[in-house]
């Protein structure tokens, strides 16, 4: 199995900045996407940022511009630095990890959530 666990979340003013970091660990055979979601209350879920194994990204709208995600192939791990935080992005984000099995196949595995609270 592959274990997800995300850092850095916390409380910051509007205009502020924050690093999440998320490390996959475990049973990794061979890591594709790495990628953030966040939930507001009473929101859907959003894909705010993704990263192919080759370094291309997307990014949701809303984000874009303010927001940077990265990732360290060696350490397994993948990076969110959000600048210029808003009220709107309060939510909890979430790390996926994408690992491709040999038998199974592509399985993406999540970490537990980290809260970020924008807010004056």
């Known amino acids: 199995q592959v274990q997800v666990v995300e850092s850095g979340g916390g409380l910051v003013q509007p205009g502020g900045s924050l690093r999440l970091s998320c490390a996959a660990s475990?049973?990794?055979?061979?890591?594709?996407?790495m990628g953030w979601y966040r939930r507001a209350p009473g929101k859907q879920r959003e894909l705010v940022a993704l990263?192919?194994?080759?370094?291309?990204?997307d990014y949701a709208d809303s984000v874009k511009g303010r927001f940077t995600i990265s990732r360290d192939n060696a350490e397994n791990t993948v990076y969110l630095q959000m600048n210029s935080l808003k009220p709107e992005d309060t939510a909890v984000y979430y790390c996926y990890v994408d690992d491709r099995q040999p038998l199974q196949g592509l399985k993406r595995s999540w970490g537990q959530g980290t809260q970020v609270t924008v807010s004056s």
């Open positions: 475990g049973s990794i055979f061979s890591i594709n996407a």
């Open positions: 990263i192919a194994r080759d370094s291309i990204t």
